[in-house]
């Protein structure tokens, strides 16, 4: 790779970003767990508040998960945010609480894998160690021609060896910052911008003119469909939630009421009956089960990266009633208005809120 016209395409065309600007080790790690599988533009507007609430390592070490979840809310993979503060405590416990300058340490914190370690020895540190991501391999397929799929361990090593070779050791950040920014700007994964490309003459895919068949495409497998009916019950003024568990999916964010399958009216006001009388107790809310105050609020979906659910929502009123001691735990928990606004949510059910 001509890696001068690479940097000189960069300091023309960078993008000004906040954790570019003001750089410290301790942002160019929290900017870089955020932007894994996440648009810049959704980023910027929660680095900033991030950084706010926690503006160092042992500020974010002391904080309870529910804190961080809640300003991570509908960023999506959730785990990014739980190895963070895992992270924050881990280095608060074996480095004083400062990053370490080397990817060699750095790879030892939970939640930081090789690309994270590179990017942050690279950008804060200026070490000069390769950054591999997706845009990273998606160029080099392109510009050797490199017939290989990405997921696969020999393409990664195969491009990361090439990248060594390249990085220059007085400007590795900014090498890898050029990638990043290239691969999201000229080099994208449809269409590329090849008429803007400086590498246009040297790159083999677009001599080929097969730009869009490297890297090789995986057979997709069809994606699993989960059908779930969500519940927004509200008991009084209350509203009944439930954390989820804090291993799988989603997990330890907040749910309202979620049942498998897509729920018909009267499916839904049977299982009421069936099961929150339990919750309630049964004397004065009987009559409320005769015709229960039941909206509904609609379909939608959500994909995940692996799984998509189809849902169906309804909320439904209930007189106030305290639930019957014991039988809290097996639906979840009330909570009023106020604290239901404070708890983090997966963005999977957003639309039910
Ligand atoms: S010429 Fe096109 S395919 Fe090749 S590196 Fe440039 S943008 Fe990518």
Known sequence: MDVESLLSWYRNNHRCLPWRTDR????????????????????????????????????????????VLKLWEGLGYYSRARNLMRGARYVCEHFDGELPESSDLLIRIPGIGPYMAGAIASQAFQEPVPAVDGNCIRIYCRLYALPMIPSERTTYNEVYSRVAKDIPPEEPGDFNEALMDFGSLICTPKSPRCTACPFAT??????????????LKKTKK???????????????????????????????LFELVDLPGNMEYHEVKKWLKDNLLEFCGDSSLAASFIEPDIRVLGTGKHIFSHLRWNMI????????QEPIKGNAKKFGELVSAKKYGSLAFASAIRMYR
Not at 52 to 57: A, G, L, M, R
């Open 222 to 252: 069809e994606t699993p469909v989960e059908e779930h009916t969500i519940l927004r019950i509200f008991v009084g003024k209350k509203i009944l939630v439930h954390k989820r568990p804090s291993s799988g999916l989603l997990a330890g």
């Open 24 to 67: 410290t080790p301790y942002g160019t790690w929290i900017s870089e767990a955020m932007l894994q599988q996440t648009r810049v533009t959704t980023v910027l507007d929660y680095y900033p508040r991030f950084l706010e609430h926690f503006p160092d390592i042992r500020s974010l070490a002391a904080s309870s998960e529910d804190e």
């Open 313 to 320: 929502g309804y909320e439904i009123h209930l007189p106030d």
């Open 202 to 215: 040297e790159c083999s895919a677009n001599l080929l003119g097969k730009q869009e068949d490297f890297p």
